[in-house]
C-alpha cells in the first residue's frame, strides 16, 4: 500500500505530518462535531474520529488518517469555543489548573482497523484578567480546542505538559506512526525534501 489521506482540515495535523516526509493528500471530512447529551470526552474523540475516518474515500492499496481532538477539565468537553465569551470563559476554567487533551485517532487500510486514544496532561498559568483579554483579543484561540494554541502565542500561557506535546498541537505523532508502522503502512522519511 501506499498513499496516505488525512481526513481533516487541520493545517497543524497536515504540518505535523509532512514534516516527518510523509506524503498526504488532504480531504477534510465534513462530520457533524456535536458532543451528544452525556458523553464522556473520550467517548465523543472516538466518535468523531470514526465518523471522519468513514466519511472519506478509501480506494485499494490507499490508508486514510483521521482524528479528533478536545479539551477536557471537570469530566466537560471543551470544544471550539464559538465567541470571545465563551473563549474567555473556557481559558477561565482552566486557568491555574491542569486539564487533559484528548486525541483519538483511526488508521484505515485494506483490512486494517486501528484506533487509539492519546491523553495529555497541560498545566496552565493563573492568567490575570489584562493576559486574558489579550490573549483573546488575539484570535488565536478560534478554531482551537480549549480556545488556545500551544503552537502558537498561547504557548506562553503553559507551564508544562505531560505526555505527548504534538497530541497538544492537535496530533500525537509518534503514536500515529507507531500504528502506521505496525499497521505496514507508510513510513517517515525525515530526510525528504530537505536539503543535503
Same mark, same amino acid.
Given at each position: 500500500?501506499?498513499?496516505?489521506?488525512?481526513?481533516?482540515?487541520?493545517?497543524? &495535523?497536515?504540518?505535523?505530518?509532512?514534516?516527518?516526509?510523509?506524503?498526504?493528500?488532504?480531504?477534510?471530512?465534513?462530520?457533524?462535531?456535536?458532543?451528544?447529551?452525556?458523553?464522556?470526552?473520550?467517548?465523543?474523540v472516538?466518535?468523531?474520529?470514526?465518523?471522519?475516518? =468513514?466519511?472519506?474515500?478509501?480506494?485499494?492499496?490507499?490508508?486514510?488518517? =483521521?482524528?479528533?481532538? $478536545?479539551?477536557?477539565?471537570?469530566?466537560?468537553?471543551?470544544?471550539?469555543?464559538?465567541?470571545?465569551?465563551?473563549?474567555?470563559?473556557?481559558? &477561565?476554567?482552566?486557568?491555574? &489548573?491542569?486539564?487533559?487533551?484528548?486525541?483519538?485517532?483511526?488508521?484505515?487500510?485494506?483490512?486494517?482497523?486501528?484506533?487509539?486514544?492519546?491523553?495529555?496532561?497541560?498545566?496552565?498559568?493563573?492568567?490575570?484578567?489584562?493576559?486574558?483579554?489579550?490573549?483573546v483579543?488575539?484570535?488565536?484561540?478560534?478554531?482551537?480546542?480549549?480556545?488556545? =494554541?500551544?503552537?502558537?502565542?498561547?504557548?506562553?500561557?503553559v507551564?508544562?505538559?505531560?505526555?505527548?506535546? $504534538?497530541n497538544?498541537?492537535?496530533?500525537?505523532?509518534?503514536?500515529?506512526?507507531?500504528?502506521?508502522?505496525? =499497521?505496514?503502512?507508510?513510513?517517515?522519511?525525515?530526510?525528504?525534501?530537505?536539503?543535503?
Amino acid at each position: 500500500m501506499t498513499g496516505l489521506v488525512l481526513a481533516s482540515a487541520s493545517p497543524r &495535523r497536515r504540518e505535523l505530518l509532512e514534516r516527518v516526509g510523509l506524503s498526504i493528500d488532504v480531504r477534510p471530512a465534513d462530520v457533524d462535531e456535536a458532543a451528544l447529551v452525556g458523553e464522556t470526552p473520550a467517548a465523543y474523540v472516538g466518535r468523531i474520529a470514526r465518523a471522519k475516518a =468513514a466519511a472519506v474515500p478509501r480506494f485499494p492499496g490507499t490508508w486514510v488518517l =483521521a482524528a479528533d481532538t $478536545t479539551v477536557t477539565i471537570d469530566g466537560l468537553i471543551l470544544a471550539k469555543a464559538s465567541s470571545r465569551d465563551e473563549a474567555t470563559e473556557m481559558l &477561565r476554567r482552566i486557568s491555574g &489548573r491542569v486539564h487533559q487533551v484528548m486525541t483519538s485517532f483511526v488508521v484505515l487500510g485494506d483490512g486494517i482497523v486501528r484506533e487509539r486514544l492519546v491523553t495529555s496532561d497541560v498545566e496552565m498559568i493563573a492568567i490575570d484578567p489584562t493576559t486574558l483579554a489579550d490573549y483573546v483579543a488575539s484570535n488565536e484561540w478560534r478554531g482551537k480546542a480549549g480556545a488556545y =494554541a500551544i503552537q502558537g502565542i498561547g504557548a506562553a500561557l503553559v507551564r508544562g505538559v505531560s505526555g505527548s506535546v $504534538t497530541n497538544v498541537i492537535g496530533l500525537p505523532l509518534v503514536e500515529v506512526l507507531d500504528v502506521l508502522r505496525d =499497521a505496514g503502512g507508510p513510513t517517515p522519511r525525515f530526510t525528504a525534501g530537505r536539503p543535503a
